[in-house]
Structures are given as structure tokens and as C-alpha cells.
């Protein structure tokens, strides 16, 4: 006998399970309750904390562009969308902008996507190496073909805050969030019934939604269900640079270096190789990339990054999806009460709000509603037909 029944269980309460509970609270269709489990309320431990806060527009598939379009609008909104009690929460969304580079190699590669995201409406500029030179005066364009800009809609927010008002606004709509795990899927042949969880409590329910990060394919493995999810550790590295570097956007160089401003500061990182990129939860930073790539990519790329100094680092977890690094969204087919928000790779957190709206809408609606994600449905995962993203970083 179950302890609780819900409509809706939330395997995950971070920022994609708290969108998808914000938004299936606050859609008048749905008078239905709904748990949220989450095994770290202190959230110190998720990606969703450890992320470095991007949001951009510069992918190259059409329903990526879509999914950050509805993004950007959204955090525009959130004061008011998520205010309580009076209290309007700030996310904090910097527009600096995305900046990839590309070498005489990558320029076919950087043309194309730029035509798919002025075709979906995303305001990118592209800039010859005279152009960079001339509007930032601290590029060094050796090397460089050319660079494509964001003009709007991209940059960086506070990964906690958004986190926090999506989860305060959905417990003041009724949302409850039980500080646990789930230890137990319950089938019933073509149908999920319910979880058990790590505290002794089972919950029956009709709908579970799959929202647990890099621990999703454990939880789907718990369903009898297969998800080629893994978790991949990340590190940002944090560095102090004497001379200014005025107006820097969120640089991505040929080789995938990427650095940000942070305050006073500056952030950076970078993917390893397939071969050093191993299945892996803890948290402990390695160095090794920095020293050996970053730093000196950043030294060519930026003069005065030759003179920073290394003050701070933290290691997180992507929810690597091994197929293709695109999300994996909807309902299985043989099991349609499962619902997958996972996958993200790295970018679950500037996908959170039309994620949180379209898996609430498949909830109440049965079908995708407001934006077409069924190109990120499980039926490619089945087919082993990857849906790929030219731009992952």
C-alpha cells in the first residue's frame, strides 16, 4: 500500500525538475498534485550549482536554436513569472554574448550554423579577422578565419538563483519536494505505478518524469528502461589576470577553450578528449587541462592571459548523453507514463525553462503544445539515429 499518491513524480529537483513542476503547477489545465524528489536539498552536489551559467543561441540544429530562444525570454520574465509574496527574484542573465572562433578548417562549419540560426531568428553577427581586431583590441586573430558574435539573447546567469525561484514559486503553487531518493521504480507491465525511496516511503503515481541528471540512467535502468546517459565530470577553473580585458564575451577558440568574465574575474574551461573522458562521480579537480591546454590556448589567444594566476577550481557532472549530447525528452514508447528530461549535456540549465514547459505540456495535453521537441524523443535513442549538434562545447 502506498504511503502518498501524486499525478506526477519529479525523479529530480534540480533545475530541470523544478521547471517542469513550476510549470505543471502554474498551467490552470492541471489540477493534479505533484512530488519532486530530490536526494540533495542543499542542491551543493548537483550540476545545476557546479554549471557556469551560459545560455546561448549559437547551436546548429533548428530546435536547440528554439528551445534558447524561449530561454532567453524567459529569464527576462522571472521577476515577475516567479515573483512571491512581493518578492521578485533576479537571475542575474548577463548578455555578453557568445563568441566562436573558427580556423580556415571550421569556417564551412561556422557558416552553416550561422544560416540556421538567422534562419530561427537568432541576431549573430559574423566578424572577419579585421572586424575582430578592430572591436576587440586584445584578440590576437592569428590563426582566425573567422568569429561568429551574439548580438543578443546570450551570455550568462546565476545558475542557484534560477534554481531557487523556480523551486520556491512551484512549492507556492503546491508542488511538494521530499528530501530523498528513488531506490525503486514499480511496472506494471506497459505502465510505471510508482517509487520507492530510500527513506522507506512508497509513492504511488500516474505519470513519473525521469528528471535525475547524471544519475538518469540508473533511474530508467530501475524501469527496465535503457538511456545512454553517463556521468562526465567537467572542471571550471577560475583565474585572476592583472590587465583588463574589456568587454570580453564568452569565447570559445578552435579547439573548445572557453572563458568568461566572473566579476573581477574570469572562468574557463574545457572538453577533454573521448579517450580521457571517463564515466565518473566524484569531485575531485585535476589540473592537468588547464596547465596543459588552456592556459596556453588563452596565452595565444589573449596576450594578457600569458599573466594570470590560477586562484580557485571546482569539478561538476554533465548528464553526458553518449549518442549524440542532445537531450532526450517525452515519454517512452512501450512505456508511455515514463517520461525522459534528461541528457543534456551540458546545457540543462539554459534548456530548463522550454524543457519545464514542454514536458509539463505532454503531461496535461498528451502531445507537444507550445514548441515541437519531438526531434529529442526517445524514438532516435531506439533507432540509434543521432540527432547532431555541430556546436557542443
Same mark, same amino acid.
Not at 530530490?38 to 528551445?67: C, H, K, M
Given at each position: 500500500?502506498?504511503?502518498?499518491?501524486?499525478?506526477?513524480?519529479?525523479?529530480g529537483?534540480?533545475?530541470?525538475?523544478?521547471a517542469?513542476?513550476?510549470?505543471?503547477?502554474?498551467?490552470?489545465?492541471?489540477?493534479?498534485?505533484?512530488?519532486?524528489?530530490?536526494r540533495?536539498?542543499?542542491?551543493?552536489?548537483?550540476?545545476?550549482?557546479?554549471s557556469?551559467?551560459?545560455?546561448?543561441?549559437?547551436?546548429?540544429?533548428?530546435?536547440?536554436?528554439?528551445?534558447?530562444?524561449f530561454?532567453?525570454?524567459?529569464?527576462?520574465?522571472?521577476?515577475?513569472?516567479?515573483?512571491?509574496?512581493?518578492?521578485?527574484?533576479?537571475?542575474?542573465?548577463?548578455?555578453?554574448?557568445?563568441?566562436?572562433?573558427?580556423?580556415?578548417?571550421?569556417?564551412?562549419?561556422?557558416e552553416?550554423?550561422?544560416a540556421?540560426?538567422r534562419?530561427?531568428?537568432?541576431h549573430?553577427?559574423?566578424l572577419?579577422?579585421? *572586424?575582430?581586431?578592430?572591436?576587440?583590441?586584445?584578440?590576437?586573430?592569428?590563426?582566425?578565419?573567422?568569429?561568429?558574435?551574439?548580438?543578443? *539573447?546570450?551570455g550568462?546567469? *546565476?545558475?542557484?538563483?534560477?534554481?531557487m525561484?523556480?523551486r520556491?514559486?512551484?512549492?507556492?503553487?503546491?508542488?511538494?519536494?521530499?528530501?530523498?531518493?528513488?531506490?525503486a521504480?514499480?511496472?506494471?507491465?506497459?505502465?510505471?505505478?510508482?517509487?520507492?525511496?530510500?527513506?522507506?516511503a512508497h509513492?504511488?503515481c500516474?505519470?513519473?518524469?525521469?528528471?535525475?541528471?547524471?544519475?538518469?540512467?540508473?533511474v530508467a535502468?530501475?524501469?527496465?528502461?535503457?538511456?545512454?546517459?553517463?556521468?562526465?565530470?567537467?572542471?571550471?577553473?577560475?583565474?585572476?589576470?592583472?590587465t583588463?580585458?574589456p568587454g570580453?564575451?564568452?569565447t570559445i577558440?578552435?579547439?573548445?577553450?572557453?572563458?568568461?568574465?566572473?566579476?573581477?574575474?574570469?572562468?574557463?574551461?574545457v572538453?577533454?578528449?573521448?579517450?580521457?573522458?571517463?564515466?565518473?562521480?566524484?569531485?575531485?579537480?585535476?589540473?592537468?587541462?588547464?596547465? *596543459?591546454?588552456?592556459?596556453?590556448?588563452?596565452?595565444?589567444?589573449v596576450?594578457a592571459?600569458?599573466?594570470?594566476?590560477?586562484?580557485?577550481a571546482?569539478?561538476?557532472?554533465?548528464?553526458?548523453?553518449?549518442?549524440?549530447?542532445?537531450?532526450?525528452?517525452?515519454?517512452?514508447p512501450?512505456?508511455p507514463?515514463?517520461?525522459f528530461?534528461?541528457?543534456?549535456?551540458?546545457?540543462?540549465?539554459?534548456?530548463?525553462?522550454?524543457v519545464?514547459?514542454?514536458?509539463?505540456?505532454?503531461?496535461?495535453?498528451?502531445?507537444?503544445?507550445?514548441?515541437?521537441?519531438?526531434?529529442?524523443g526517445?524514438?532516435?535513442?531506439?533507432?540509434?539515429?543521432?540527432?547532431?549538434?555541430?556546436?557542443?562545447?
Amino acid at each position: 500500500m502506498a504511503d502518498a499518491t501524486y499525478d506526477v513524480v519529479i525523479a529530480g529537483g534540480g533545475v530541470v525538475g523544478s521547471a517542469i513542476a513550476y510549470f505543471l503547477a502554474a498551467d490552470p489545465a492541471f489540477a493534479g498534485t505533484v512530488a519532486v524528489v530530490e536526494r540533495d536539498p542543499s542542491y551543493q552536489t548537483g550540476s545545476t550549482g557546479r554549471s557556469a551559467g551560459g545560455l546561448r543561441q549559437q547551436f546548429s540544429t533548428p530546435v536547440n536554436i528554439r528551445i534558447s530562444r524561449f530561454g532567453a525570454d524567459f529569464l527576462r520574465a522571472v521577476p515577475d513569472l516567479l515573483a512571491v509574496d512581493g518578492d521578485r527574484p533576479d537571475p542575474a542573465f548577463r548578455e555578453i554574448g557568445y563568441l566562436f572562433l573558427a580556423s580556415a578548417a571550421g569556417l564551412s562549419v561556422l557558416e552553416s550554423n550561422l544560416a540556421v540560426q538567422r534562419a530561427e531568428g537568432a541576431h549573430i553577427a559574423r566578424l572577419d579577422p579585421a *572586424d575582430l581586431a578592430a572591436r576587440f583590441p586584445w584578440i590576437n586573430v592569428e590563426g582566425i578565419a573567422a568569429g561568429a558574435l551574439g548580438l543578443r *539573447d546570450e551570455g550568462y546567469l *546565476d545558475p542557484h538563483a534560477l534554481l531557487m525561484a523556480l523551486r520556491r514559486k512551484a512549492r507556492d503553487l503546491g508542488a511538494v519536494y521530499l528530501g530523498d531518493a528513488v531506490t525503486a521504480v514499480a511496472r506494471d507491465g506497459g505502465r510505471i505505478t510508482g517509487v520507492t525511496l530510500a527513506g522507506g516511503a512508497h509513492l504511488a503515481c500516474g505519470t513519473l518524469v525521469n528528471a535525475a541528471g547524471a544519475a538518469a540512467a540508473r533511474v530508467a535502468a530501475m524501469a527496465g528502461l535503457d538511456l545512454p546517459v553517463r556521468p562526465r565530470k567537467r572542471f571550471v577553473y577560475v583565474i585572476d589576470c592583472r590587465t583588463p580585458v574589456p568587454g570580453l564575451p564568452l569565447t570559445i577558440d578552435t579547439n573548445g577553450v572557453w572563458v568568461r568574465p566572473e566579476g573581477a574575474q574570469f572562468i574557463c574551461g574545457v572538453s577533454p578528449p573521448a579517450e580521457a573522458d571517463p564515466d565518473c562521480t566524484d569531485f575531485e579537480v585535476d589540473e592537468t587541462l588547464f596547465h *596543459d591546454v588552456i592556459w596556453p590556448t588563452l596565452a595565444h589567444r589573449v596576450p594578457a592571459f600569458e599573466a594570470v594566476k590560477l586562484v580557485n577550481a571546482w569539478a561538476g557532472h554533465y548528464a553526458y548523453n553518449t549518442l549524440d549530447q542532445n537531450a532526450v525528452l517525452g515519454p517512452h514508447p512501450e512505456v508511455p507514463n515514463f517520461l525522459f528530461a534528461n541528457g543534456f549535456s551540458g546545457h540543462g540549465l539554459q534548456q530548463s525553462p522550454a524543457v519545464g514547459r514542454g514536458i509539463a505540456e505532454w503531461i496535461i495535453h498528451g502531445a507537444w503544445r507550445t514548441l515541437d521537441l519531438s526531434p529529442l524523443g526517445y524514438a532516435r535513442i531506439v533507432a540509434g539515429q543521432p540527432l547532431r549538434e555541430a556546436n557542443v562545447v
